[in-house]
């Protein structure tokens, strides 16, 4: 995923007798397994005036884990699983797991299968769940019967710009705590492990719908999309998410994922829009099932069965009101982008869920009146840059607009899921927590020793054409 950030450097794609020239990737990378570790590399950055970057599995649309001229601290190995069976604090009192910053999404998931519990995370399970994934808010299977990822988090153990070991939760430099908890990743220190609630296991259901377009009948494709999105508030708030898709080739829900919930019951949210594609005379597939567990229904769905790597990403976070009182407008901007690019959403309802308030946590507050987590990709080209490039600019002039102008009032954006090119990420990414992030990155990172493409404080630096940041003014 590091490819559009890397200026086309040492491509292997090109063939042997193209230049290899290390570029816009790290220099040095410390393979980082204990704090001492990464309070070196922190010290060595700061002594020498060198850009640090902070990179765990490297599932990134932002550029934040790679940057030229830098020394990287590589956190993927820093695995560890604790069960904590009592955890008592003024709000919870329940079982909690400790993980350590280079825990995948699997991992987690099975240890928590283990002892017969389960905890909020994301959809793709090779990413790394520590790390930007639940700083930057997190939304996954989970999501509409519990909230964001980030409103689980009950402590972390970071190490901030000034070299400081810290303990953050909500009696302990909670300013931290907070910040940390959807404010961004690469931003405010170098997480070690965080410490999240868990859940008791239950049973799900699944279903999938698959809805080609042959060509000759797109008017009626995207009149059953409609009736598909006015299911889905229905669906979010029975506790279910959802994952659909739609491209030139179709449209596709992939899948809905609902727990306590059984395959009948699932049917009946869904079947008004099974009835509009009968009505229709549309060819569809459509199948639904059951599993006795979190990680049975998780490791049966195939939600990462393409390849994230291959795209440039940006996106918006869609409100409910668009499917309540616009449906029409918002089919309209989905048919647009899907004509031309792929365009697919996670459907999730966090409102009211986990935290007590939007601000409660740093995640942008648009989250809790967002139906879905709009993303727009355009293909990577390997072997043409230029292409690649284009692709990106037309995420950013055309396609991402076509979503923005749904809500002239502003609108916002998931920050691990959005352009990078996005000129008012400020506002969009952060909503109006950004400036009390800023202060907090002041308190804990004085010397800007952390910087990441589109991250609290990042405005305050410019990369000149060689990929070296010079402050500005």
């Given amino acids: 995923m590091a490819y559009p950030f890397t200026n086309n450097s040492c491509n292997p794609f090109l063939g042997p007798d193209s230049p290899c020239e290390i570029g816009h990737h790290v220099v040095y990378t410390v393979n980082a397994t204990s704090a001492q570790h990464v309070r070196a590399a922190i010290r060595f950055a700061k002594d020498q005036g060198i850009r640090l970057i902070i990179r765990n599995t490297g599932h990134d649309y932002l550029g934040k884990s790679t940057g030229a001229h830098a020394l990287g601290v590589w956190t993927q190995w820093m695995k560890s699983f604790e069960l904590i069976e009592e955890y008592e604090t003024a709000d919870y009192a329940g079982p909690a797991i400790k993980l350590g910053a280079g825990v995948q999404t699997i991992e987690a998931y099975r240890f928590a299968d283990s002892h017969g519990v389960v905890i909020v995370g994301g959809n793709c399970p090779t990413v790394g769940l520590v790390g930007g994934y639940i700083q930057g808010g997190g939304h996954g299977p989970l999501a509409s019967k519990y909230g964001l990822a980030a409103d689980q988090v009950l402590e ?20 931290l705590f907070w910040a940390l908890r959807g404010g961004g990743g690469s931003t405010y220190g170098i997480v070690l492990s965080v410490t999240v609630k868990a859940f008791p296991d239950t049973f799900f259901s699944t279903a999938y719908l698959t809805v080609p377009n042959n060509g000759t009948n797109a008017d009626a494709l995207y009149s059953a999309i409609g009736s598909f999105f006015r299911t ?17 080739a179709g449209f596709a829900l992939a899948p809905a994922i609902a727990p306590d919930m059984h395959a009948a019951e699932l049917d ?3 079947q008004p829009a099974l009835d509009r594609l009968d009505g229709l005379g549309l060819d569809y597939t459509y199948t639904s099932s059951e599993n006795s567990s979190f990680l049975r229904t998780f490791e049966s769905v195939s939600t990462s069965s393409s390849s994230v790597a291959d795209y440039n990403i940006g996106g918006r976070l869609i409100p409910r009101y668009l499917v309540e009182d616009n449906l029409t407008a918002l089919v309209g901007a989905v048919r647009y982008v899907s004509s031309r690019a792929g365009i697919g959403g996670n459907v999730f309802n966090v409102k009211d869920k986990g935290v007590s308030s939007p601000d409660a946590v740093a995640a942008n507050p648009y989250f809790r009146e967002s139906l879905w987590v709009s993303t727009v990709g355009t293909p990577i080209n390997y072997t043409d840059w230029d292409a690649t490039r284009a692709g990106r600019d037309q995420l950013t002039r055309d396609l991402v607009p076509a979503l923005a102008a749904l809500t002239p009032e502003g609108g916002g954006a998931y920050l691990n899921e959005a352009d990078p090119q996005e000129p008012d990420f400020q506002s969009l990414f952060y909503g109006d927590h950004y400036g009390r992030l800023l202060e907090i990155k002041q308190k804990y990172d004085p010397h800007d020793i952390f910087y990441a493409k589109t991250a609290v404080g990042s405005d305050r630096w410019e990369e000149d054409i060689d990929g070296r940041l010079c402050e500005r003014g």
């Fill in 156 to 175: 972390w153990e970071v190490i901030t710009g000034t070299g400081e070991i810290l303990t953050a939760n909500a009696d302990q430099h909670p300013d």
């Fill in 232 to 248: 889905m508030p229905a669906l979010a708030d029975a506790g279910a998410i959802a994952i659909w898709t739609a491209q030139p």
């Fill in 268 to 270: 009946g949210i869904l």
